[in-house]
């Protein structure tokens, strides 16, 4: 019983429904990568290659073997390089979008608990904390003065 106990507190505070947005905002920013790769970057970089399907390529180690009446006896082995090549550049850029997001919500935090910046609203407690600081190197300059 100890965890159910231990669920329900993990689940009252908020942690699974931040975990299922991340999840669900995450496949979906996923699929928003997967048609700007396939849709956007890769037409143009085909063009400029002379129409060469990145997809499609690979590097076969051994053709399919056939029978004398066309049945395929042994399938093609092949290195689809093309694939992973696509994937890559996937991964690049979400990657990079992270990247991005992550260092303007580090530069957002930073700001909000700079206590003397006015631009931004300062966590109550930041600011508590801030004016606790400055009385207590208030109250030490004045023991070091006596």
């Known amino acids: 019983m100890k965890i159910l106990k231990e669920f329900k507190e993990f689940a009252v505070k908020g942690n699974m429904m931040d ?11 996923n699929k928003v990568i997967d048609v700007l790769v396939k849709k ?3 037409p143009p970089l085909s063009l400029m290659t002379d129409g060469l399907n990145f997809q499609d390529q690979k590097f076969v180690l051994r053709d399919a073997i056939t029978n004398g009446q066309g049945e395929v006896t042994a399938q093609e082995v092949a290195i689809e390089y093309g694939v992973l090549f696509e994937t890559a550049l996937d991964f690049l850029i979400v990657g990079l979008t992270v990247f991005l997001v992550v260092k303007a919500m580090n530069k957002l935090r930073t700001r909000a608990q700079d206590p003397k ?19 207590m190197e208030e109250q030490n300059a004045l023991l070091k003065g006596k």
């Open 117 to 135: 910046d006015e631009v931004v609203a300062t966590p109550k407690d930041i600011e508590l904390l801030s004016k606790l600081t400055d009385l």
């Open 19 to 29: 975990m299922a947005i991340g999840i669900i905002i995450g496949a979906a920013f």
């Open 40 to 42: 956007v970057f890769m």
